[in-house]
Structures are given as structure tokens and as C-alpha cells.
């Protein structure tokens, strides 16, 4: 049988150079293409209202996808734009107490979400390398228990996977609802962990079309939100979650997503959580002193994220730009606004999806070498 890396690749368009990007966006399945594409099609044949409501079981098949990747019901889960798009809409329909917990490694957007809500913000205690430190954060939360907390489970700055479980019980354990960013957790860590509020977004380590995500919620919660524009009448008596959902979106990107992550759970989740992590280590080992730059992620850290520290005089972001430039090769600069109360300088972010193997690792590591060396 064909490993699961040739099984990914095969199933995509050919990749122009190297794609180590997945955490910004990953490269869509020639599958998850063509659903979103036979869609636009069927919207032009017999009309964009008809061919959403033709389309409404492949679409109800991805929110029980995701269910089953969250640990939520279908019914509890909606379509947004995007994390940020989930996060917004769950805050600014939060009742009672606006005050929140989270770690020092917020996402900034995030934190810009939270402060336009109004959310007073306590910080969570964290070791060195940004990891809860879930003792410590147990009394904390015992001293002034927020009315909810924010665990961004997998940062967007650096590849540390959060200790999502622990941290569902220690909110269950104090009746406080948890909230989880899972932008780049959800198809790559396990978030079925009992979480009130799972959200993430397509694109990343799904790889799903771009402008969609997810919100699933708990309907204990779900009950209590109160939307702020109200609900629509002409939605009837459906579940109130359901009005968090824009009746006005690309139901193409929508399609597209439910294919992908049909698919990620065909490929079996477990599965690509740990050939992920063997990614994740081979991509440490490759880079670490490459030219001067450091990997900051212990080498096994169970993830496909590896930042790296650069060398003194090399600007991430020139770095990224030279690469795409002469070497058809895909990063992301991580600027200090993606982790403003954290990240002490810009990194280099290498995410590559569960088809790297040991050749575009080398390839990658001459490339950062000659392009170091000639900054
Ligand atoms: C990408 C990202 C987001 C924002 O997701 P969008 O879909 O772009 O809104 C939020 N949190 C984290 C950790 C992310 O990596």
C-alpha cells in the first residue's frame, strides 16, 4: 500500500518548488478542487439558491466531520469565515462577565478581537518556552476565575502544543466554559477533548479552501449566547447557533472544505496527527544551525510547526521573500504583532504537510543556507 505521504501528494496538483506553508495555507486536494468548482458550475445551471439547498447534504456532511474531530454534534457546529470570524461572533454574542483568561502567546488578532469586545484579559502562567504551566494556572484560576478561558491550543508563532486536556479538565473541574482557538490544532493535534467551544479555520492543516472556518459550540452555551442583531425571524425555530451562520457566503468554499475533511478522515485522523509530529522532527533536525538560525521547538514536539531564530543580521521577512523569489519555496515570516506579548523577534516558520520527506527537507536547508549566506 502507498504511504500516506505519496497518498497526499498524489491526490493534489503538482507543487511548483517547495511548500512549507501549511500553517498559513495548505495545498487543496484535486477532490476538494473540483467540488468547489462543479458547484460555482451547478449555481450558474439552475441557480445559486437552488444549488445551495442540492448542495445542504455534502455541506451538513462536513459540520459532522468536524464534529467528529471536536467532539461536538453536527447540530452544534456552523460555518464562520475563519477563526477570527468565529471568535468575534462568540464574544460579541458572550453573555454576563466579560473577562477572560489566556496565555502570554496570544494571537494578537485574537487579542485585538478580545479587547473590541470588551474582555478584560488575564495572562495564564507559562515556562520559558510558552507552555502552560497547568499547576500554577489551577491557582491562578482559583484566585479570580475569569468567566471563561482562551486556549489557543497550537500558536501561530511557534510549533508548542498546548496541554489541551489537561486544561478541559481544570475548566470542567471550575464549571468555566473552554474556549479553544484551534486555527492550527483542529487536523493536526486531538481537540476532541471536551472543549465547550472548538474553532478553526479551512485552509490551514485541513486543507481546505480559503475564507471559511468553523464554530462549534456546546448547546448548554449555545443557549445562552445572545446574538447581537437578534435572531432573524425567517430562520423559524432553529437551533440559535444556526443564527450565527451568514446566510449570504461562498457555499462553493463551503463544499470545497466538507470534501477535505471527508478526506482527512478517510486518511484517518490519528494518522496524520503522528506523521505530523515525525515531520516535525525531521524538519527540526534538518534546520537546526542551518546558517546560523536555531530551531526554538524541542525536537519532538508532537507538531509540523518549527520557528527558527535567526542569525544576527538576517531579517526574517528578506529571508522569506528570497526564498519564494529564487527557489519556488513557500515560508512565513512570523512578526512580533502575531504574538505581540510573546515573541521577542521575527522568526522563520516552516510548515510542511505530511508529504515532506528526507529530499525536500535537504533541498530546503541548501536553500536557506545560500540564501542566508548571500543576505
Ligand atoms: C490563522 C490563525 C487565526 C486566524 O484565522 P483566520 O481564519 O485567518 O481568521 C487565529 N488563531 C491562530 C492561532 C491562527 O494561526
Known amino acids: 500500500m502507498k504511504s500516506l505521504a505519496d497518498r497526499w501528494r498524489d491526490c493534489r496538483p503538482l507543487v511548483a518548488g517547495l511548500h512549507f506553508d501549511s500553517a498559513a495555507c495548505s495545498r487543496q486536494s484535486d477532490a476538494a478542487i473540483e467540488a468547489a468548482l462543479a458547484h460555482t458550475r451547478h449555481e450558474a445551471e439552475v441557480g445559486g439558491y437552488v444549488a445551495a ?81 497547568v499547576d500554577r494556572a489551577a491557582a491562578v484560576l482559583d484566585a479570580e476565575l475569569p468567566a471563561l478561558v482562551h486556549l489557543t491550543a497550537l500558536a501561530s508563532h511557534r510549533g508548542t502544543a498546548q496541554p489541551l486536556g489537561e486544561m478541559a479538565q481544570l475548566c470542567r473541574d471550575r464549571g468555566i466554559p473552554l474556549v479553544v482557538d484551534a486555527a492550527q490544532a483542529l487536523g493536526h493535534l ?28 456546546a448547546p448548554a452555551l449555545a443557549d445562552r449566547l445572545q446574538h447581537r442583531l437578534g435572531a432573524p425571524e425567517w430562520l423559524g425555530a432553529v437551533a440559535p447557533l444556526r443564527a450565527f451562520e451568514l446566510g449570504e457566503a461562498n457555499i462553493a468554499a463551503r463544499v470545497g472544505f466538507a470534501v477535505a475533511v471527508g478526506e482527512h478522515l478517510a486518511q484517518g485522523p490519528a494518522s496524520i496527527r503522528a ?84 529530499a525536500d527537507l535537504e533541498a530546503f536547508a541548501g536553500a536557506l543556507e545560500a540564501v542566508t549566506r548571500a543576505a
Not at 198 to 216: E, H, N, Q
Not at 292 to 315: H, K, M
Open 53 to 133: 439547498e442540492a448542495a445542504e447534504p455534502v455541506i451538513e456532511a462536513g459540520r459532522a466531520a468536524v464534529a467528529v474531530l471536536t467532539g461536538h454534534r453536527a447540530a452544534d457546529v456552523v460555518f464562520t469565515t475563519g477563526s477570527e470570524d468565529a471568535l468575534n461572533r462568540l464574544l460579541g454574542s458572550w453573555p454576563g462577565r466579560r473577562t477572560l483568561a489566556c496565555l502570554p502567546g496570544e494571537f494578537g488578532p485574537n487579542l485585538t478581537v478580545m479587547a473590541a469586545n470588551d474582555f478584560q484579559v488575564q495572562l495564564l502562567p507559562v515556562g520559558e518556552d510558552g507552555r502552560l504551566l
Open 190 to 217: 486531538d481537540c476532541n477533548v471536551g472543549a465547550d467551544v472548538v474553532y478553526s479555520s479551512s485552509r490551514k492543516w485541513l486543507a481546505g479552501p480559503r475564507g471559511v472556518g468553523v464554530l462549534a459550540v
Open 275 to 358: 506523521r505530523l509530529a515525525e515531520v516535525g522532527r525531521l524538519t527540526r533536525s534538518a534546520l537546526d544551525g542551518v546558517a546560523g538560525w536555531r530551531v526554538v521547538e524541542p525536537y519532538d514536539e508532537p507538531t509540523a510547526i518549527t520557528t527558527l531564530v535567526p542569525p544576527v543580521g538576517v531579517v526574517p521577512a528578506a529571508v522569506r521573500a528570497r526564498l519564494i523569489a529564487e527557489y519556488n519555496t513557500v515560508t512565513t515570516a512570523a512578526e512580533v504583532a502575531r504574538a505581540p506579548l510573546e515573541l521577542r523577534g521575527p522568526v522563520l516558520r516552516c510548515s510542511p504537510h505530511v508529504d515532506a520527506g528526507g
